[in-house]
């Protein structure tokens, strides 16, 4: 059985680290907080924990679960730790900024992304099962190791994923599209409401907001600093979405300005037909 890391104990490691265990495996968890660590062994999310990275030295298998800027500083800290067959993987929502020079890094990183999450932060956030059901795309370069893919494949399937192979730059656009782009657009959503000239008008939206707001403002008002993270990493592919956005937006606001019912409500039929499509 393999011995694994985890470097980042919030949400999405502690989690990895809760289903693991689960499963057999002897986890390894380092954090940047002492009580941190000592939560996540108190709840068995891992076997053993450190703010020093020497405890990793053993493992087989390493995930990086730290904010995107984090990624890569951690790979630098822990290869000299490791041994050279170690498997060193990540959960980032961005490949691109990642993907290349982590693996200029070290030889053994297979780049990935778990679409999973909730509202919530923190190791007390952690939960099992997480991964039951989503959907995990893997990131290989040309010359990445076939052994240490097919490790990382078999590891997030076995934690209920599905999983997609594809390049970091078609996964960092289409990510954009269904992650990254709604984050941005729910913000705008929230902030313009927010900032409304009419007082009445706000105080009595916030008294009237019910599931249709709830649902199209939900990721706009998550984790600031994974929004932020997400446009300084990503900022080519989320600006391409945008622009393409605000011009399907325009077509919008003309139809309406030019009472074009019939071209708004083929857009609407069509909206209406496709969103099952992107709805796992």
């Known amino acids: 059985m393999m011995k694994i890391g985890i470097v980042g104990l919030g949400l999405i490691g502690g989690s990895l680290g809760l289903d693991l265990t689960n499963q057999g495996y002897d986890v390894m968890g380092v954090s940047r907080q002492l009580k941190t660590c ?30 995107i800027a ?17 498997i060193i993987t990540d959960v980032g929502s961005v490949k691109g900024e990642i993907v290349d020079h982590a693996t200029q890094l070290w030889q053994n990183f ?7 999450g909730t509202a919530n932060q923190g190791i007390e956030a952690a939960e099992s099962h997480l991964f039951d059901h989503t959907s995990c795309v893997i990131t290989p370069l040309p010359q990445t190791s076939r052994d240490a893919m097919d490790k990382v494949t078999t590891i997030w399937r076995s934690l209920g994923c599905k999983v997609y192979k594809t390049t970091p ?9 269904i992650s990254h782009l709604p984050v941005m657009i729910s913000a705008n959503l929230i902030n313009s409401c927010v900032n409304n000239d009419n007082e009445e008008v706000v105080k009595l939206a916030k008294k009237l907001a019910s599931s249709g707001f709830r649902d199209t403002s939900r990721v706009g008002g998550g984790n600031a600093e994974l929004g932020l993270m997400m446009a300084q990493y990503n900022r080519e592919k ?12 325009t077509i919008i606001i003309d139809n309406i300005e030019q009472k074009k019912w019939p071209e708004l409500e083929t857009i609407l039929t069509k909206t209406q037909e496709e969103r099952p499509n992107f709805i796992l």
């Open 238 to 249: 989320i600006l391409s979405c945008l622009k393409e956005y605000q011009e399907n937006l």
């Open 38 to 67: 000592n939560l996540a062994i108190e709840k068995k999310i891992v076997k053993d924990a450190s703010t020093d990275f020497k405890i990793l030295g053993q493992t087989d298998l390493i995930f990086i679960c730290t904010p």
């Open 169 to 177: 730059e078609i996964h960092d656009q289409a990510v954009a599209w």
């Open 70 to 86: 984090q990624i890569l500083p951690s790979i630098e800290k822990i290869i000299k730790y490791l041994s050279r067959e170690t």
């Open 110 to 116: 297979v780049g990935s992304h778990p679409m999973a």
